[in-house]
Structures are given as structure tokens and as C-alpha cells.
């Protein structure tokens, strides 16, 4: 258990903002599309903006959304850790979700996995030494047609995944 700071510096650091201001003005626009008494309707999109500019949902970003909103950090927390679309741990540069959902699964989805697991050495949930990846297994990404469907850092969709279209991406990931 962390102990309350006693220096003037870390008293300071503890009341610095943890966004920017930019962020803040985004995360008080989505508040804005509820009704004032609803504030933690935009949790979601708090977190999503906060995960945007800091690259993961740490403790600190909860317990900023959490001073936002009006909410208890567990109540974030329980939002951040129940969707995947957040990372609890600190990932690599480069996230890469790959659906295995039964879908994908059925159009060589978990053949994509095991590949990339391969190339990469890693499992699920893991990074590369350097890094620069970090895999992770995704819920439907809504493009059961395109699979095997990867979704890198939550923006960019990569579909009908093929093994030269793998090394290509990775290749692309590993020297950018």
C-alpha cells in the first residue's frame, strides 16, 4: 500500500493534471451529451480519450476519469477492466487484437493466432522483448467475412489476413 506524499514536489505532482488540456475539452464534450446527473454515462469515451493520449488505462487514468466523472475508481475500473478495448497493462507500441471468435475461428482465425504467436514468441496477453507488440486475443470485430480480422491499436482493422499479409504487418510494426 502506497503511503500519502510529504514532499512539497510530490504533493505537486499528486494535483498536476494528468491529461491535456485538449483531452479534458474532449471527455467534457462527451459529459455533455447526457443529462447533468449522468456524468458517468461517458465513462466509456473517457477512458477511450485518456487511453488515446496516455497509450493504457494505468491506476492514475481511473482515478483521474474517476475525479471527472464523480465516480468511485472501482466503478471505472470495473468499466475498464470488463471491456477489452482497454489496456490494464501497460502494452507495447503497437497492440494487435486478433478475433478467434467462432467465426473467425471457422475461416482460419485461430491459425492466424498461432502464427502470429510463433513469430512473435509470445502468447496472448504477452509482448515482444523489444516492446514493440503486444498480442492480444479480441471478442467479434463485426467483420466475420473479412477474416481472419486484426484490429492494430484499436484504429486501424487489417482483414483476410493471410500468412504473407502477417509477416508484412509485422515487418511493418517491428521497423516503425
Not at 89 to 100: A, D, E, L
Not at 124 to 148: K, S, Y
Request: proline residues 5%; hydrophobic residues 45%; negative net charge.
Amino acid at each position: 500500500m502506497s503511503t500519502m506524499p510529504t514532499s512539497p514536489d510530490a504533493v505537486q505532482a499528486l494535483n498536476a493534471p494528468l491529461l491535456s488540456a485538449t483531452a479534458y475539452r474532449k471527455i467534457e464534450r462527451e459529459v455533455g451529451k447526457f443529462p447533468a446527473d449522468q456524468k458517468q454515462s461517458a465513462v466509456m469515451a473517457a477512458l477511450a480519450i485518456a487511453q488515446d493520449e496516455i497509450g493504457w488505462v494505468s491506476q492514475a487514468v481511473i482515478d483521474d476519469v474517476a475525479r471527472v466523472l464523480a465516480m468511485t475508481p472501482i466503478a471505472v475500473w470495473e468499466v475498464a477492466s470488463f471491456y477489452n478495448m482497454y489496456a490494464t497493462s501497460q502494452p507495447g507500441t503497437f497492440k494487435v487484437g486478433i478475433c478467434t471468435c467462432l467465426p473467425c475461428a471457422l475461416r482460419d482465425g485461430e491459425k492466424a493466432a498461432s502464427y502470429l504467436k510463433a513469430k512473435l514468441g509470445i502468447d496472448f496477453g504477452e509482448t515482444t522483448p523489444d516492446g514493440r507488440i503486444t498480442l492480444v486475443q479480441t471478442e467479434c470485430l463485426g467483420a466475420c467475412g473479412d477474416a481472419p480480422v486484426l484490429l492494430v491499436n484499436n484504429k486501424r482493422m487489417c482483414s483476410f489476413m493471410s500468412v504473407q499479409k502477417l509477416d508484412a504487418l509485422v515487418d511493418e510494426l517491428k521497423n516503425t
